[in-house]
């Protein structure tokens, strides 16, 4: 069994800044790609960012510039840091890690965290 904890969301301004973290813990061999989706209310989860397991990144276009994606293997852990937040990128943010477990055929399989979430005021 795998869980992922999302951390660090609240309130701030526009302007702003916000750290999420998102630990993954349970049974797991090793962790390929991590992302951080996001969803506003009355619209669909969309990408925000993920990062491979060598640290390749990518960003939606929206937040390029803005916010950084980054991991650490040994913790198992991604974060995202959110720098010049606009109102727009009031959401939940869920992250999703591709686990790779111990069995013989070293399945990958996604899991979700909880959700955290993030309200930038104007």
């Known amino acids: 069994q795998v869980q992922l904890v999302e951390s660090g969301g609240g309130l701030v301004q526009a302007g702003g800044s916000l750290r999420l973290s998102c630990a993954a813990s349970?049974?797991?061999?090793?962790?390929?790609?991590m992302g951080w989706y996001r969803q506003a209310p009355g619209k669909q989860r969309e990408l925000v960012g993920a990062?491979?397991?060598?640290?390749?990144?990518h960003y939606a276009d929206s937040v390029k510039g803005r916010f950084t994606i980054s991991r650490d293997n040994t913790k198992n852990t991604v974060y995202l840091q959110m720098n010049s937040l606009k109102p727009e990128d009031t959401a939940v943010y869920f992250c999703?890690?591709?686990?790779?477990?111990?069995?013989?055929?070293?399945?990958?399989?996604?899991?979700w965290g909880q959700g955290t979430r993030v309200t930038v005021s104007s």
């Open positions: 349970g049974s797991i061999f090793s962790i390929n790609d």
């Open positions: 999703n890690a591709e686990v790779v477990d111990y069995g013989p055929w070293r399945r990958a399989v996604g899991y």
């Open positions: 990062i491979t397991s060598a640290g390749s990144t």
